[in-house]
């Protein structure tokens, strides 16, 4: 992985993204990382990515993982209701 500071991205972003086709490329900002460029070219690997980055869905796996410690856990309706209702949230803040 290719580390690179924020000014350097700011300068040079088209080179990077470039670049970003054959290794991915951590960003620091006074040397400490704010953010990375990876090349996604699945679209099931880029959902893969949104989803491990959600708060809202990672806080409803934390909900689903303490509600089977407790009581053997959630319906499966209810999950899917729940991931319904997540998906319909995210799209109404993108509006």
Do not use: C
């Amino acid at each position: 992985m290719k580390t690179v500071s924020l000014a350097e991205i700011n300068a040079h972003f088209n080179d990077y993204l470039k670049v970003s086709q054959g290794e991915s490329i951590l960003i620091t900002d006074n040397g400490h990382p704010v953010a990375a460029i990876t090349l996604v070219v699945d679209p099931d690997e880029l959902e893969r990515l949104m989803l491990a980055n959600s708060v809202k869905f990672n806080e409803l796996l934390n909900k689903s993982r303490q509600s089977i410690k407790e009581n053997g856990g959630m319906e499966h309706d209810e999950f899917w209701e729940l991931v319904d209702e997540l998906s319909l949230n995210k799209a109404e803040e993108s509006n």
